[in-house]
């Protein structure tokens, strides 16, 4: 345990990413402010953070919604740093694209003006994806942070690239351009803001659903066909080095601008043979079965910027498989 440090606020603190980054937080000594948004149907669970080491000293728990960006400024007033973690997600695809991009745009805007109005916060650092990075038609082994998702190819790939899943298309646009647009609105204003740019987080999970990002890269242990053929490849992360590399950033007096946080990459080829020869108590299907399945290939992320910044992972494929299957047996999904 560190010294005190903080206050900083966390927004979407009870999902997969906020709540490891909450716990790490506090292992580090932060004071951390954190908030989930209110349902008036039934009140969201929130014991699995106020139970975390530290939570009853340093954990502060407020309602918010990005549909209502002023209810942020309560737990940003006052704070050195504010990650802005939360996103509106809508993979039943229940909205218009444009409609959950602009709540997505409006509320992350929202939240740097609170930034801004608390004349404290230092530091912003918004948690993007690597969908934000890898969808624009370019044909490249590898991709860095100069390149972007192109929305119009997305608009006009979104059935090929993912199937009846459009909800995907959604997301990948909102994060595309509320990303452009947290950056813009940073160098606009003088405001420090930095963005991460995870691959798909695996690892253990303290909330109590199943992250999409975990489900999706134990498709072939889940037995879930549907989404064997998601990508061809797939750039992975552990959930605790996406966790410290935001602190990281958080800390960092040097950074600037994005960086990418993936670790490892498996080919549709290799998953089933790592998996099989890991995991011997599950079906997995054989490579040759795979053979006629197709799907997007995603090129080699590059985290060269952040690991040339000073940033080192400690978790390999081993561990981000290892850590959660064991997480998703404890809690019953397996």
Same mark, same amino acid.
């Given at each position: 345990?560190?010294?005190?440090?903080?206050?900083?606020?966390?927004?979407?603190?009870?999902?997969?990413?906020?709540?490891?980054?909450?716990?790490?937080?506090?292992?580090?000594?932060?004071?951390?402010?954190?908030?989930?948004?209110s349902n008036a149907e039934q009140k969201?669970?929130?014991?699995?953070?106020?139970?975390?080491?530290?939570?009853?000293?340093?954990?502060?728990?407020?309602?918010?919604?990005?549909?209502?960006?002023?209810?942020?400024?309560?737990?940003?007033?006052?704070?050195?740093?504010?990650?802005?973690?939360?996103?509106?997600?809508?993979?039943?695809?229940?909205?218009?694209?444009?409609?959950?991009?602009?709540?997505?745009?409006?509320?992350?805007?929202?939240?740097?003006?609170?930034?801004?109005?608390?004349?404290?916060?230092?530091?912003?650092?918004?948690?993007?994806?690597?969908?934000?990075?890898?969808?624009?038609?370019?044909?490249? %082994?590898?991709?860095? =942070?100069?390149?972007?998702?192109?929305?119009?190819? /997305?608009?006009? +790939?979104? &059935?090929?690239?993912? *199937?009846?899943?459009?909800?995907?298309?959604?997301?990948?646009?909102?994060?595309?351009?509320?990303?452009?647009?947290?950056?813009?609105?940073?160098?606009?204003?003088?405001?420090?803001?930095?963005?991460?740019?995870?691959?798909?987080?695996?690892?253990?999970?303290?909330?109590?659903?199943?992250?999409?990002?975990?489900?999706?890269?134990?498709?072939?242990?889940?037995?879930?066909?549907?989404?064997?053929?998601?990508?061809?490849?797939?750039?992975?992360?552990?959930?605790?080095?996406?966790?410290?590399?935001?602190?990281?950033?958080?800390?960092?007096?040097?950074?600037?601008?994005r960086y990418i946080c993936s670790s490892?990459?498996?080919?549709?080829?290799q998953m089933p043979e790592f998996l099989?020869?890991?995991?011997?108590?599950?079906?997995?299907?054989?490579? %040759?079965?795979?053979? =006629?399945?197709?799907?997007?290939?995603?090129?080699? /992320?590059?985290? +060269?910027? &952040?690991?040339?910044? *000073?940033?080192?992972?400690?978790?390999?494929?081993?561990?981000?498989?290892?850590?959660?299957?064991?997480?998703?047996?404890?809690?019953?999904?397996?």
């Amino acid at each position: 345990m560190e010294g005190d440090k903080g206050p900083v606020c966390v927004t979407g603190g009870t999902g997969f990413i906020g709540s490891s980054l909450i716990k790490r937080l506090l292992d580090r000594g932060y004071y951390v402010r954190t908030t989930v948004r209110s349902n008036a149907e039934q009140k969201k669970d929130t014991s699995f953070l106020t139970s975390l080491p530290g939570a009853s000293e340093k954990l502060q728990i407020f309602n918010a919604d990005l549909s209502d960006p002023e209810s942020f400024n309560a737990p940003i007033e006052g704070c050195i740093g504010v990650f802005h973690v939360a996103t509106p997600v809508d993979l039943q695809d229940r909205e218009p694209e444009e409609i959950v991009t602009k709540r997505a745009i409006s509320g992350a805007l929202g939240i740097l003006q609170a930034c801004l109005n608390s004349k404290t916060v230092k530091r912003v650092v918004y948690t993007s994806s690597a969908s934000a990075v890898v969808f624009n038609g370019v044909e490249a %082994d590898e991709m860095d =942070e100069s390149f972007w998702s192109d929305v119009d190819f /997305l608009k006009v +790939k979104a &059935l090929k690239l993912f *199937g009846s899943n459009s909800g995907s298309g959604s997301y990948t646009i909102s994060k595309t351009l509320t990303e452009k647009a947290v950056l813009e609105f940073g160098e606009k204003h003088g405001l420090d803001v930095v963005t991460i740019i995870p691959s798909f987080v695996v690892g253990p999970f303290i909330c109590p659903k199943l992250p999409g990002s975990v489900r999706s890269t134990l498709a072939m242990v889940f037995g879930d066909k549907d989404q064997y053929g998601t990508f061809i490849n797939i750039c992975m992360v552990h959930v605790d080095d996406v966790a410290r590399a935001h602190i990281f950033l958080l800390e960092s007096s040097t950074a600037k601008g994005r960086y990418i946080c993936s670790s490892d990459l498996l080919t549709n080829e290799q998953m089933p043979e790592f998996l099989s020869a890991r995991y011997p108590e599950f079906q997995i299907p054989t490579p %040759d079965s795979l053979k =006629e399945i197709g799907g997007y290939k995603i090129p080699s /992320l590059s985290s +060269k910027k &952040l690991l040339d910044s *000073g940033f080192e992972y400690k978790y390999g494929l081993n561990e981000m498989f290892d850590e959660a299957i064991q997480c998703c047996k404890e809690k019953g999904f397996l």
